[in-house]
């Protein structure tokens, strides 16, 4: 048969659980839904665009120039400012151009229990193929991490702090 990684059992299970029907669906999300607050500013007239998304998993992408990392290192930098400039410009509609930003991320609403996917495949456009890193995570018993502030606490045995001091547990 088919080898399967843990994140794919449990994509396989939440799905075949979901289909049971609407109340199941909603325990779901009540257990593993979470929502994200991006959000684009226009360094030029301070003008702010944000969407929000509902998400069951964040997919955290590793380093390849690091030897190794941490969950902390990866939460850290899923949540990182991202500045917009050069060819990535932001389309200002309060400016009516194209203006450097400033792009976040930031948690709205945190899940009772956070699943975390890691991003292990790179494509190789020398190969044309893709590989996988072989990177070490280490994930400690408390992480803590400087991101964006959620509103609600968590009570799960995993902790996290994330930006603005607020504990993940």
Do not use: M, N
């Not at 030897?67 to 389309?91: I, N």
């Amino acid at each position: 048969g088919l080898q399967h990684d843990a994140h794919e059992y449990l994509t396989f299970v939440l799905d075949a659980l979901e289909a049971c029907g609407d109340g199941v669906s909603k325990a779901l999300d009540d257990l593993f839904g979470g929502e994200l607050e991006r959000s684009i500013r226009c360094d030029r007239c301070g003008a702010r665009s944000a969407t929000t998304e509902h998400f069951v998993e964040l997919a955290l992408r590793l380093d390849e120039a690091a030897k190794a990392t941490s969950v902390e290192d990866l939460l850290a930098a899923y949540f990182a400012e991202e500045k917009l400039t050069g060819d990535d410009r932001f389309d200002c509609g309060s400016c009516g151009q194209r203006c450097d930003a400033t792009r976040r991320c930031r948690l709205a609403r945190a899940p009772k229990y956070l699943v975390l996917a890691l991003s292990r495949f790179r494509y190789d456009f020398v190969s044309k193929s893709r590989r996988k890193l072989h990177q070490h995570v280490d994930v400690r018993e408390r992480v803590e991490v400087d991101a964006a502030p959620h509103r609600r606490g968590l009570d799960v045995p995993y902790a996290a702090r994330l930006p603005g001091g607020q504990v993940w547990r």
